[in-house]
């Protein structure tokens, strides 16, 4: 099983980002998806979540900034950033699980750093 990421990088304050995450070994239409962000000298938190069905979620400070979205022919969630702040500079984690099976994987993570 295999999660990229890509798409992170520097970016200016009100500038925009999509991250991808690609992933391989997986029935990926059956996971439920997310983007975790971990920044420097804080705790991972949960960004935003697609389930299997197309239900999402979002941390407060994303909404209406961040859109996550999956296409299942192409085995890839997204996440775009826009009006990008300060404080999402982080790692961003891909996540796929299925939680009735305590199935349960990570990426590796890409970097997006925001310059005030």
């Known amino acids: 099983v295999q999660l990229v990421e890509s798409g992170g990088g520097l970016v200016q304050a009100g500038g925009s980002l999509r991250l991808s995450c690609a992933a391989s070994?997986?029935?990926?239409?059956?996971?439920?998806l997310a983007w975790y962000r971990q920044g420097p000298g804080k705790q991972r938190e949960l960004v935003a979540g697609?389930?299997?069905?197309?239900?999402?979620n979002y941390l407060g400070s994303v909404k209406g900034r961040f859109t996550i979205s999956r296409d299942n022919a192409k085995n890839t969630v997204y996440l775009q950033m826009n009006s990008l702040k300060f404080e999402d500079t982080a790692v961003y984690y891909c996540?796929?699980?299925?939680?009735?099976?305590?199935?349960?994987?990570w990426g590796e993570g890409t970097l997006v750093t925001v310059s005030s």
């Open positions: 996540n796929a699980k299925i939680d009735r099976f305590a199935v349960d994987y």
């Open positions: 070994g997986i029935v990926f239409r059956l996971y439920d």
């Open positions: 697609i389930t299997e069905d197309g239900l999402t």
